[in-house]
């Protein structure tokens, strides 16, 4: 079975300093992972994701998560916070060889201070 | 346009009632899903659609039941609907390959009083 743990549910930051939110899987066979962005009283938006073609992977809004088997880690991070960036952020993982049936994270709400 | 498209936005009803919410994509993907979000923000599946056949039901009542008329539609009917019924709920779809990038919609939230 698959599974996803997000360290830390809140994450504050200062604007312009790094962003790092952390995620860890479990899969029992090689993983398909995500990172979606939601903003207040809207859908989820993909930001990245990884399958296996890179273990960096680059995504939208300057964000980038680098997958490493050896930890079972999927982290998302991003050099220079902007206010537009405060939002709940859900780390997931999807095994399935047909469509998308995704497991998520418990998400992390990130602040960024002025 | 917009890609996943849900109605309607916002559903306030009585204990007991049942309803309706209405999902359509217009990506020419042939798997739909639903999910819910509860109030911690938690998201699970509930339901997964492959062109019209019912792939996925997780440990969902029986009082919900998907119909998908066509693989561009799926809705979500809720019978005789209970305070912890009261939820977001996100339609989403993707194409059918391993690994496709899952759209969704913009959520419906239901509140039962």
């Known amino acids: 079975a698959q599974s996803v743990t997000q360290l830390g549910s809140h994450v504050s930051v200062s604007e312009g300093a790094l962003v790092l939110l952390r995620c860890n899987y479990s899969?029992?066979?090689?993983?398909?992972l995500f990172w979606y962005v939601q903003y207040p009283n809207q859908g989820l938006q993909l930001l990245l994701k990884?399958?296996?073609?890179?273990?960096l992977v680059k995504g939208i809004n300057g964000f980038e998560a680098e997958f490493k088997k050896s930890e079972t880690s999927f982290h998302l991070t991003k050099p220079s916070a902007h206010m537009s960036d405060a939002a709940e952020y859900f780390c997931?993982?999807?095994?399935?060889?047909?469509?998308?049936?995704?497991?998520f994270g418990e998400g992390t709400q990130l602040t960024v201070n002025p | 346009d917009t890609a996943v498209s849900q109605t309607p936005k916002y559903l306030v009803t009585q204990m007991g009632n049942d309803k309706s919410i209405k999902c359509e994509q217009n990506?020419?993907?042939?798997?739909m899903y639903w999910y819910k979000q509860d109030s911690k923000k938690f998201l699970k599946i509930m339901f997964s659609?492959?062109?019209?056949?019912?792939?996925i039901n997780e440990t969902v009542p029986n009082r919900f039941s998907p119909k998908s008329p066509d693989k561009a539609h799926l809705n979500l009917h809720i019978n005789s609907l209970e305070l912890g019924d009261s939820a977001v709920y996100f339609c989403?779809?993707?194409?059918?390959?391993?690994?496709?990038?899952?759209?969704f919609g913009q959520g419906t939230r239901l509140t039962v009083v």
């Open positions: 989403a779809s993707s194409r059918q390959s391993g690994g496709a990038e899952a759209f």
């Open positions: 899969s029992s066979v090689p993983p398909y």
């Open positions: 990884y399958t296996s073609a890179a273990t």
């Open positions: 997931a993982v999807s095994e399935g060889t047909s469509g998308s049936r995704l497991t």
């Open positions: 990506l020419g993907h042939d798997t």
């Open positions: 659609y492959n062109n019209k056949e019912l792939i």
